[in-house]
């Protein structure tokens, strides 16, 4: 397979440490082409990469097929627009826009146009997420009723930074809320209704940095949680069944090696120390240690190379990126008005 020629539009901290050295990994990919205001920075971690000053620039001058944007969330939508309007290939750094009808319009454009189109929930190759979704597939848990997904962390102290900022898109509902609803939406579809209550914790916060959020099945609640003043991070899953419960305490590695530069074949790569393993309580309560699936973010652009060069299904379909906007509007509409707003 002749490698698919990608730029990177963004080199903050999800495109520096959260895209590029995975892409780099993969013989699938080339990455040729950086768009940054920060040359050095680039040179420093991809010294053969192209550096342009803009979006624009790029499209004018370089030949890549795929653009992947990990810009700021206010600027997804319009960049990838252009992108595809340039005739390009496109994946979105998670959230996928700010609006759902920005993404409806978006989506609907790839398709005119006959272009992949995909977003970056990364978290469905999260280990302890494929670990939960094997065992509902197996039938060890039954008929799931509650599901509480939790990411807790201290961060007392607001940053200067657009995440935190009275801006679109920013706070930690768009940010890390994404990634949960994505999940809930991946394991059961779109929910009936959502109840949320949203707010700004801590002292001179702008943003939201606490979300609390109940989304409503047919017989089963899914509840996610996050905030930014929790000293102890609690269970990340707590999974509960008819035949069943699983919980399970700590966050996937592949993040913090990342954060490091190393990506996809470096060691621990994927891989959950067996302390930090799942427990799976049964009906009778026998209580056993569940080895963790091994993670692997990669299997997000494997399934995006087979999409642009065998016309496979991408990765993660607009429709369903745009499904997690809908309820993050859902969650801001019903903390407002204090009630649960129907989908």
């Not at 990177?8 to 901290?13: A, E, Q, S, T, Y």
């Not at 490091?260 to 799942?278: C, I, T």
């Not at 499904?323 to 008005?337: G, L």
Request: overall charge negative.
């Amino acid at each position: 397979m002749t490698a698919i020629k990608t730029a990177l539009v963004g080199f903050g901290i999800s495109g520096q440490s959260f895209q590029a050295p995975i892409i780099e990994a993969l013989k699938e990919f080339e990455l040729t082409s950086v768009v940054s205001s920060n040359p050095a920075k680039v040179k420093g971690q991809l010294p053969d990469a192209a550096v342009y000053a803009s979006l624009e620039e790029l499209l004018e001058k370089g030949d890549e097929e795929l653009v992947v944007i990990a810009t700021p969330n206010e600027l997804h939508g319009p960049f990838a627009e252009k992108a595809l309007r340039a005739g390009k290939h496109v994946v979105v750094e998670k959230p996928f826009t700010i609006e759902s009808a920005e993404g409806e319009r978006i989506a609907a454009l790839a398709q005119e146009f006959g272009q992949k189109l995909s977003i970056y929930h990364s978290r469905r190759f999260d280990g302890d997420y494929l670990t939960i979704k094997r065992l509902m597939n197996e039938g060890q848990l039954g008929t799931v009723h509650t599901l509480f997904s939790s990411y807790n962390r201290f961060r007392p102290e607001v940053k200067v930074r657009w995440r935190e900022q009275d801006i679109p898109g920013a706070g930690i509902l768009y940010d890390l809320g994404s990634h949960l609803i994505d999940q809930a939406v991946s394991l059961f579809g779109v929910p009936q209704a959502v109840t949320a209550k949203l707010r700004q914790q801590r002292p001179g916060a702008q943003a939201v940095d606490h979300f609390h959020i109940c989304l409503a099945y047919e017989g089963c609640d899914v509840i996610v949680h996050g905030n930014n003043l929790s000293t102890a991070e609690g269970p990340r899953f707590q999974v509960f069944g008819t035949k069943g419960a699983f919980i399970k305490y700590g966050m996937d590695t592949q993040e913090d090696l990342l954060r490091e530069l190393k990506g996809p074949g470096s060691d621990g790569w994927g891989e959950d120390p067996q302390a930090r393993w799942g427990e799976f309580t049964d009906s009778e309560g026998k209580t056993v240690s569940v080895p963790t699936e091994r993670g692997g973010y990669e299997q997000f652009y494997l399934e995006m190379a087979a999409a642009i060069r065998s016309d496979a299904p991408v990765p993660v379909e607009p429709r369903q990126a745009i499904a997690t906007i809908k309820i993050i509007e859902a969650a801001y509409e019903s903390s407002a008005a204090n009630r649960t707003v129907f989908l």
